[in-house]
């Protein structure tokens, strides 16, 4: 749940609280003047307060219409594939309306021969249908070979859905290069500010060493720039 719809839902909340406060509706309803004790009441400020929260709150939750994505690189492990498709079943279990993107090639760099069947993106598929989600909430981005390429051909595949939020299941280092790489997604005009990112790296081991992340989060931050240029262009 993005941070516009929680906060959405905690000032409906407020604005209920504030709204009833001080009103006895029982002897309101008795006397038959149950707008004029309203108004009267010694808690019209706070009244007052409720209706613009109410406002405020309805204003929220109806910029989070938008579908919410859940995203899943492939990883470069079998381990990381499999924990990656169970933090998904458990985010998907969590909002059941959301759409699934699985994003990777079905063959890996080197590879003689493909292997559809056994390839990474399909065993994510896979553990995931185990679990009862539907086919209809599968996207496959079967085009990108490293992170930078994730993010961008992902876009490309979601821009014609409405999507509010997309929460991205991999390990705590990785995570944070998708993190940087969105930001400056949006500080280029890319995706809406308002989009909201979450990455979901709980019970998932790091795939890779310190130094190694390091040095891949140095290059992202270095030539992403470049590459979400091509993307404006539509190369």
């Known amino acids: 749940m993005g941070l516009n719809k929680k906060l959405g839902i905690l000032l409906l909340i407020l604005s209920f609280f504030l709204l009833f406060s001080g009103i006895n509706t029982e002897t309101s309803i008795i006397t038959g003047n149950v707008f004029g004790d309203y108004f009267q009441s010694q808690h ?3 009244h007052i307060v409720g209706l613009i929260f109410l406002i405020a709150s309805i204003g929220l939750i109806a910029q989070n219409k938008g579908l919410e994505a859940i995203m899943i690189p492939t990883g470069p492990t079998e381990h990381a594939v499999l924990q990656r498709a169970k933090e998904g079943i458990k985010q998907y279990d969590a ?3 959301r759409l699934i993107v699985i994003s990777g090639q079905f063959k890996d760099k080197g590879d003689k021969q493909e292997d559809f069947k056994n390839s990474k993106p399909i065993k994510i ?4 249908r185990k679990a009862g989600i539907p086919k209809g909430h599968f996207i496959f981005e079967s085009d990108s070979y490293n ?22 299941v991999t390990d705590k280092r990785h995570g944070r290069r998708f993190e940087m790489m969105f930001s400056k997604a949006k500080k280029k ?22 130094l190694k992340s390091r040095i891949a989060y140095v290059k992202d931050y270095l030539t992403f720039g470049r590459e979400l240029s091509k993307y404006s262009k539509g190369d």
Do not use: F, H, P, R
């Open 125 to 128: 598929y896979k553990e995931m």
């Open 147 to 168: 992170t930078q390429q994730n993010i961008i051909k992902t876009l490309d595949k979601l821009k014609d859905e409405n999507i509010s939020g997309i929460t991205v």
């Open 44 to 46: 019209l400020w706070g």
């Open 95 to 97: 909002d059941s309306s």
């Open 189 to 210: 005009g890319i995706i809406s500010k308002n989009l909201e990112i979450n990455i979901d790296s709980n019970g998932i081991e790091n795939s890779y060493g310190a």
